[in-house]
C-alpha cells in the first residue's frame, strides 16, 4: 500500500506528467510526419516509390485541420460534457478570417484587376470596402482575429448559455442553432463575404504562392506544430486540477458549485480556449484547400466532427486526432474506390463502431483496464449529462 | 430587514422563512438560530423540510419570504451556491452525490479547501496539493483501501463515508450534515458521533438524522421540525417525551 | 492497354446528388460510345468517376486526385458556380482540362475551364425579351435563391430590363434561401405584386430542390401561366420529373435544349440513353446536351492536336464545331465559351417543354456582361490575347500573373 | 384579347337570336386547322368561338387541353375524346387516323387565355351555377366594358343569389372602364367594387382611378384607401394562418421525434429518414394507382397513411432490435450509430428509387384554395393543419390513456427498475421507437405534398425537429406543439419584414436568447424531480 | 422458496460475491448483515436480476431463474426495493405505483388500500413528482410500489434507511403481517440491527463477498454478529 496520492500532479516533471503512453506515441507520429512528408515530398525524386505527391501533402494537411477541431471539440466534450454539435463555426470563421487575409493578398490581381476589392465585391457592384475588412491585408492581425473571432464569439456565447445553466441537449442544439443561423448569414451576399461562393482564387500567404510545392509542406508542417501545441495546451488543462474540476462538472454540475466552484466560468475558459484551437484549425485549413465558403458552418459538418471524435474515442485528445484522420482517410478512399455505395460503407463503419467499440478505436487498445457491465452508474450519468434525465416525462407530473 | 446587534454573533440567523411548491408549503415561516461553534440536531417527520431548510441555506432553493443571515451580516439568499460554499458553508447531501468518475482520492482532492478559480486550478497551487492531506482523510473515513477506485464502483455506504470525508475536505465554518449515518452499522454511527462531536469542536455543526440513538450520541441541542416549522426544541430528552413530538414522529 | 482516362467530377451524393448523378451517367454514356467507335487516337477511353458528395472542398480534393493520382487527361464536372470556384485553383496549378456543362452567372473565364453551358446572355436575356414581346409582361418579378448565380442574373436582368424602360416599382426582387420550402408568403406576395393591373411574369432562378414547393405553393394558391407565368432557368425536364405538372401547364422554362426538340440526332441520342440506363423513362436535360457537344469537342480537339497534352488540346479546342442536338452547330469560342441556341419551352402536362419561341441563330456565350459596371469593359480571348480578363480600357490582361 | 373578349360576347348574345351558321364553323375550322403559328391558332380559336355553335365548344375544350390534332394528310382537325377515340373535330364520326402521324394543334400561354375566355363567356350562361360563377368572376377580372350587354342579359336570367352578386360586381367592374358609363354609376359601382374588398378590387380600382372623372376620382380614393386598410389587417391575420401552417408542418415533422428523442433519449438523426420512408411509401402508393387504378387516385393518401406508419414504424422496429438496443445507457452514442443509419436509409433510397425527385400528386381535395373573410386558405395547408393536430391529439391519447405511455416514461427515466417492477423492457423499447418512426413516417405523407420527395427529404428537416422539440422542452409533447405553432408563426410574422433569410437568422437569435431566460425550454420541467 | 446456491457475481473484473448462498422460506424473513461494502447489495441485485452472475444459482421455487430478465422474474412474484430508492423521479407518485401493474393480471391492477395505511403520507401526495418528495418519503413509495405487484419474495434493500423512528416501527409491523399472511418469502438487508433481529427468522451475515455467519435466530449470538459487524 504506497497510501494515496502519491501520483499525484506537481511531483513529476512537467512534461513527464503530462503525456501518457499513448501521448508518447501520437506526439512521436505526428513529429515524424512532419519531417518524413516534407522531406520525402521535396527531397525524393517524383518518380521514386518513395515520393509523397503533392496531393497527399495537401490532404495529409487537411486531416491534421481536421484533428485539431476534434481535439478541440473533445476538450469541451470529452472533458466537460459539452456537445457542441457547432464547433464548426468556430472553425469557419478562424477559417474566414485567414479568408479574408488571402483575399487582401491578392490585390490587383484579381479578374478585375481592382486593387483594393475582391472579386466578388466588384462582381455585385461595391464601391468601397466594408469596415471589417480593414485591417485584414496585415498577417499579424489576421492572425489575431483568427484567434479573436472564434474566442469572443464563444466568450458571449458560452457566458450566456452557461450563466443560464442551460445545459444537456439544450446547449447542443442552441450550438447548432448557432452555426446554422451564421450559414444563413454568411450565405447572405449582403453580408461582404462572398455568400455561397465563399473566398476562393487565392494567391499569396506571407509573400509565398499557396500553390507552391514548398508552401505546402510548410503549410503542413505548421498544421502538425499546432496539433501538437494544440495537443499539449489541451493535455495541460485536463491532467492539472483545471482539467479534474472539468470532469467533475461533467458527472455532476451542482455537486461542484456546492463545492464552490464557479461552474460557469470554467466552462466558458475550456469553451473558449476550444474555439480558439477550432479556429487555427480553421485558419490552416483555408489555404490548403484553397477555399473557404459558408458550407463550413453547416450543422453536418459540426456533426461529423463529433462523430471523428467518437469513433476515436471520447475523452482521451489522442482518440479525438485519430477519428478525424481515420475517418477521413475513408472518406477520401471511399469516394474514389466505391463513389455510388460509400454512404453504405461509411454508415456501416459508425454503426459497427458504436456497437463494437463502445469507447472508440483508443478504448479498444486499453479496454482490458476497464470492462464494463452492461449498465454501470457511470453511463446514467451520462445520461443525464446528454439532458436525458429529464428526457423521461412526457407530461409532467401536474400536466 | 436586518438583524439586530445581538444576532451578529450568530453563524446563522433564519427567520420568517418560508417556501412554496406549486402551492405546498414545505418550510412555513421556519425560525432557527444557531450560535458560533454551535452542533445542532434537527429531526423530525419526513417531509417536515429539513432538506428543503439546507437547500435554502446552501442557495439551491430561494425562500419565497424570510431572512437567511450568514454569520450575522451575510444575507444568503441574495447569493448562488458557489459563493455561498466559498463564504464557509459545507453541505453532504441526503442521498450520497459523488464525482464518480473521479477515483476516491481526486474527489477528495476536488474538495480540499483551496482557491477556487480556473487561472489557481490551471496554473496555481491547487496543482501541487500534499498528499498527505488527502490521506489522512481518507484514513479518517475508513476509504484509505479504496482511493484509487473510482468512486462509482463505491458501494451505498462507502459513498456516504467519501461525502462526509469530501466535507471534511472542504474544512467549512459550518457544516450542515444530512443524514450522515443511514446505511452505516451501529458500530460506524457511533464513530461518526464522535467524530462530528470532535469537529463541533472549532466549527458549527448542524447534523439531520432519524437515528435517535446517534442523536443522542451527539450530546447536542435538539430542534425537531414539523410541517416546516419549529415544533419543539431542547434536549433530546425533554423533546423525546413531548408528546407532540411522540405523536407526530417517534411514535408509540 | 494503354488508356485514356477521363474524370468525372459529379455529387453522386448530398444535396446535389439529385441534379448531378445523371451527368455521371450520360459520361458513362458517350465514352462508352466512343470507344464503340474505336476511342480516341486509337487508345480506348477509361471513365475514372469519384463521388465529391456536394462538399466544395472534396470537390478540390478530388480533382486533385484525378489528375495528379488517376491522371486523367480532362476532366468532366461540377455544377454549382461554388464548386467549380472551388476546383479553379487545381485546374490552373496543375495545367489541366475542366468541361462545366450547367449555365452559370458567367463573369469568368479561364484557360483551364470550357464553360459548354449558357452564359446569362444565352438564357435569361433571351428569355426576358420573349416575355415581353410575345406576352406583353410589364412588371417583373425576380425571384432567386440566394447565391451568385441569381443574385448576378438578376443584376443584370435588372439593368437590361431598366434600359427597356421598365420603372424601378414595376421590378420586385426576392432572394430566399438555400432548399427555402415554405413558399406561401412569397407566392402571396407575388400574387399581389401581379395584381396590380399590369401583366406581371417571375422570373425565377430559383436553385434545385427549392423549385419543387415552389411550384407546389403556386398550383396551390391558383397561379396560372396564363395570369402570372413564371419563366425558370434552373427548372428542366429532370426536375419535373419529380412533379404533378397538371396545374403547371404553360409555365416557361429557358434553356439550350429540350429533350421534346424533334431532331434526329436528339431522337439517337435519346434512344441511346434508354437503351444505356435502362429505363425507358429517363428524361434528358439541357446539361447533359452541354456534356454531349463538350466532349465531342474535345474527342476532336485531341485528334487535332494528336495528343491529349493539356496545352496542346487547349490551343485546338477554340474553333472546334460540333453539331449540337437540336440542329445548329455549336462552335468553341476564344472564350472558352460556345455558341448555342436559346429556347423558351411551356411545360405540358406530360413534364416536358413545348417550344414555343427560339432564336433563330445560335448566340454566342459572354463571359463578361455589357450590363454589369465591373466587367464592361472586359474581354476575354485564349486565342489572340491569350487572357481571359483583358480589359479594353487600359488594354492590360487583369489578373494576368498567375 | 379585348377584341376577341368582344367577339365571344357578341356571339353569347347571337346565341339567344339567331342560328348558328354552318359555313362560319367551316371556315373557322379551317383556319384552325391551316394555322401556323400561335396568331393564327389564336385567330381561329377566335373565329371558332365567333360561330357561336354549339360544336364549337367541345372543340376548344379539346385544343385546350391538347385533344386536338390536324391530319396532316387530310388536312381536317380530328380530336381524342377523353376515353382515347379519335373523332373527326366537326361530325363527331370516328376516324381511323395513324396517331404517330396527327400534328397537334399547339397552345401556349396566349392561345390558352384566348380559350379561357372564350369558354370563360360562353359559360356565362351554363347549366351548372358553379361554372356561371367562376364565368363571372373571369369576366370580373376581364373588366371588359363590352362585355356589358352580355353581362346585363345573364344578370336578368339569374336566379342564383350568388352568382348574381358576382355578375353585379363584374357589371360593375366594366362600368367602371366603361367611358360611357354616367359618374353617378360610376360611384355606385365603386360601392360594389368597394365592397368586394379584395385584391382584385383593389387593382380594379387602380386601373379604374387613372380615367376617372374628378366626380368619380374622390370616391375611388377613399375605395381604395378603405380596401388598403382592410387588406393590411388581413394581411397580417394572412401571416398568422401561414404561421400556422408553417407551425403545423414544424409539428408533424418533430412529433415523432418528440417520441424517439423526447421520450426515449435517443439523438435520433435517422428520424428525417424515416420521414422520407413515408414520403416514398406515399409515392410508392400512387404510382401504383397510376398503373393499376387511375380512378383511386383520390385514395392515395387515406391509404398512404397507414401504409406509411407501417413500414416507417417496421424499419423503426427492425433499427432498435439490431442497433439501438445496445445502447440504452449510451446515450450520446446513439447519435453516432443514428447517424451511421441515416447515411445508409438514404444511400438505400437514392439507390432504389434514384437520387431525383419522385413525383407526388395532390388528389383534388388536396388543391386549390377558397377564401373565407378574404382570407385565402388553400386546401392542402388545411388539412395539413388538420392533420398535424389529429396525430397530435392521437399520440396524446396513446401516451396517456393507456398504460404503455407509462411503461414507456418509465422504462427511460430508471431501466434496470422499470424491469424489476415487471415490465418488458425490450418491448417497451422496441414498441416505442416503431410508434415514433411510424409516426415521423405518416409526418412524410403529409410533407410529401409541399415538398420534394428526393433522398434529401430528411436531412430537410433534421435540425428544425430538434429545434422544436428542445425549444418546447424535452419529454413534453404540449411543449412540442406549442414551440412547433410559435416557431412558425413568428416566422411568418418575421418573413414580410426582414425576408426569408434574415427573418430565419433572426428567429434562430432569438431562441438562443430565449433559452438563456428557460433554460429547459417553454414548458420546462422544474424542483427536485428534474435535478435527481 | 428462494434458494441462491453458492453465487458468484462480477462488476469487471472485480470480485464482489463469492460462493454466496441463502435460503427463504415462504412465510420467513431472512435477513442479511454487513458492513459497508461486502456486497449485500450484490447479493440482492443477484437475486433480482439486476446483474448478472458468473458462476452459480438462484432457484425460486424450484426454478432455476438465473437466467431470466428481471422483469421475467417479477412476473414470478419476485420484487425488490432497491437500496437508494430508485422512484422514477418524473412519474408522479400515483403513476409510480401504477408501474406494479405491469406483471399483475387485469383484474389485480389497483393499489392495494393498505398501502395507504401504511403510509399516508402517499395517499396525500398522488399527484406529486416521485422526484419532488423527501427523501424518507420516496423511500415510502418504493416499498408501497413493490407491495403492487403483490410479490410473493420480497426483497428488501436497507428499507428503513431516511425513514422517521415511527414508520420504521409501522413498517416492522407490516413485515411481520405479511410474514404471518404465510405467503410471502422475504430477505431483509438491513444495518438497523435491532431491527433487523426483531423480525427475523434466519440470519446471514456478510464479509467481504461472503456468508461468513448465518443461522436461525434463536440459535444466533448476538456478540458474534456484532463482532462481525464492528470494524
Ligand atoms: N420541488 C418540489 N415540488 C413539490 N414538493 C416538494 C418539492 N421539494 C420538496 N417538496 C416537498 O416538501 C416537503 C419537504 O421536503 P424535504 O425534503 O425538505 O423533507 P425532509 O424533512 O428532508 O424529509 P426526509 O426526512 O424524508 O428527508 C416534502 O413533503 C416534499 O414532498
Ligand atoms: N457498480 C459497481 N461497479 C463496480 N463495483 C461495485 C459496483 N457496485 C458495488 N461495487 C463494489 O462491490 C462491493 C460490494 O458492494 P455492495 O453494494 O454489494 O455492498 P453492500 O454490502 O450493499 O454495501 P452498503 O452497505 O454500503 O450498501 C463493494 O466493494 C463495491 O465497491
Ligand atoms: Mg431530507
Ligand atoms: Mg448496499
Redesign the interface.
Known sequence: MSGAGTNSMGRRPLLLSLIDGKGWIFLAVVAAAAVLVPLLNLAVPEGSAFHV???VV??LG?YLCYALLALALDLVWGYCGILSLGHGAFFALGGYAMGMYLMRQ?G???????PLLPD?M????WKELPWYWHGFDSFPFAALMVLLVPGLLALVFGWLAFRSRVTGVYLSIMTQAMTFALL?AF???DMGFG????L????DILGFNV?AQTTRCALFVATAIALVLGYLVARYMVTSTYGKVLVAIRDAESRTRFLGYRVETYKVVAFVVSAMMAGVAGALYVPQ???I?P?EFSPANSIEAVIWVAVGGRGTLVGAALGAVLVNFG??YL??AL??I??FALGLLFVVVTLFLPKGIVGLLTQKRQQRQEISPRDESLAAEAGIGEAGAVEGGKA | MIPDRGLTNTVLYLDGVSKTFDGFRAINNLALTLEHGEMRAIIGPNGAGKTTMMDIITGKTKPDEGDVYFDGTTDLTTLDEASIANLGIGRKFQKPTVFESHTVADNIRLALKDERGPWSALFGARNRIAPERIEHILEIVRLIDHHERLAADLSHGQKQWLEIGMLLAQDPKLLLVDEPVAGMTDAETADTARLLREIARDHSVVVVEHDMAFVRDLDCKVTVLHEGSVLAEGTIDAVSSNERVIEVYLGR | QETIKVGILHS????M???E??LKDVMLMLIEEQNKKGGVLGKKLEAV?????S????F???A??LI??DKVSVVFGCW???SR??V???FK?LNSILFYPVQYEG??SERNVFYTGAAPNQQAIPAVDYLMK??GVKRWVLAGT???YP??TN?ILEAYLKSKGVAAEDIMI?????????W???V??I??FG???KKTAVVSTING?AN??FY??L????IK??DI?VVAFSVGE??L????T??L??HLAAWNYFESIKTPANEAFIKAWHDFTKNPKRVTNDPMEAHYIGFNMWVKAVEKAKSTDPDKVIAALPGTKQDNLTGGTSEMLANHHITKPVYIG?I??DGQF?V?WKTTELIPGAAWSPF????KD?KADWVELKC??F?TK?N?C????? | MVRLFALVLLLVGAFAGRPACAQDLDAALAKLAGASG?AEIDAGVAALAATGSPDALPIIEALGE?RLYVDPQSGVLVLKTADGRTVDAKSGAAVSANAAQLAAV?V???V??AI?SSMGALRLVAKDSAVRAAAADAVFKARDPAALPAIDRALARETDAGVKQKLTEAQAAARLMDGATGDADKIAAVAVVSKRGD??A???L??AGAQASPAVKPAIESATATIQSRLALLENV??VW?GI??GS?LLLAAIGLAITFGVMGIINMAHGEMVMLGAYTTYVVQEASRIYAPGLFGWTLPVAVPLAFLIAGLVGVLIERTVIRYLYGRPLETLLATWGISLIL??AV?SVF?????????PSYM???FDVFGL?I????MWIVLFSLVVFLGLLAVLRGTSFGLKMRAVTQNRRMASSMGIRTPWIDTFAFGLGSGIAGIAGVALA????????LG??YIIDSFLVVVFGGVGNLWGTLVAALTLGVA??LL??FA???LG?ILLLIFIILFIQRRPRGLFAQKGRAVEA | MLNVEAIDLYYGASQALRGVSLQAQIGQVTSVLGRNGVGKTSLMRAIVGQQPIARGAVVWNGENISKLAPYDRARRGIAVVPQGREIFPLLSVKENLETGFAPLPAKQRFVPPEIFELFPVLKDMLGRRGGDLSGGQQQQLAIGRALVTRPRLLVLDEPTEGIQPSIIKQIGHAIDTLRKGGQMAIVLVEQYFEFARDLCDTYAVMDRGQVVLAGTRAGMVEADVRQRLSV
Open positions: 505527391p503533392t496531393y495537401a490532404l487537411k491578392i490587383p490581381r484579381g479578374v478585375y484587376a481592382n466578388f466588384v462582381f455585385l457592384n444563413l450565405f447572405r451576399n455568400g455561397n461562393n465563399g476562393t482564387d487565392f494567391k500553390q484547400v484553397g477555399i465558403n458550407s472518406k477520401t469516394t474514389g463513389p455510388e460509400w454512404l | 453522386l451524393s448530398g444535396t446528388a439529385i441534379s448523378t445523371t468517376v469519384v463521388d465529391p458528395a462538399n466544395w472542398p472534396l478540390a480534393e478530388k486533385r486526385e495528379t493520382k454549382t458556380s461554388v470556384k472551388s479553379l485553383p487545381v496549378e463573369e469568368e410575345d406576352e440566394d447565391y451568385v443574385r448576378t443584376k426576392n432572394y430566399t434561401p438555400f432548399g427555402h420550402s415554405d406561401q408568403t412569397i402571396a406576395d400574387k399581389k395584381s396590380a393591373g430542390d419543387v414547393p407546389k405553393e398550383g396551390n394558391q391558383g401561366a396564363t407565368p429532370e426536375e420529373a419529380g412533379l404533378d397538371k396545374p401547364v404553360g411551356e405540358e402536362a413545348d414555343v454589369l459596371e465591373g466587367s472586359l481571359g480578363n480589359n487600359t492590360k487583369g489578373g494576368a500573373s498567375n | 400561335y391538347g399547339r401556349n400561354n396566349r390558352r387565355r379561357e385584391q382584385d383593389l387593382s380594379l387602380g386601373a394572412q401571416n401561414y401552417s408553417l408542418v438514404q444511400q437514392r434514384g437520387p431525383t425527385n419522385r413525383e407526388v400528386g395532390a388543391s386549390g384554395s385565402s388553400t386546401y392542402g395547408r405534398q409541399i415538398d420534394n420527395v428526393s433522398p434529401n436531412q430537410g416566422n411568418k418573413e414580410p425576408g426569408a433569410v430565419k
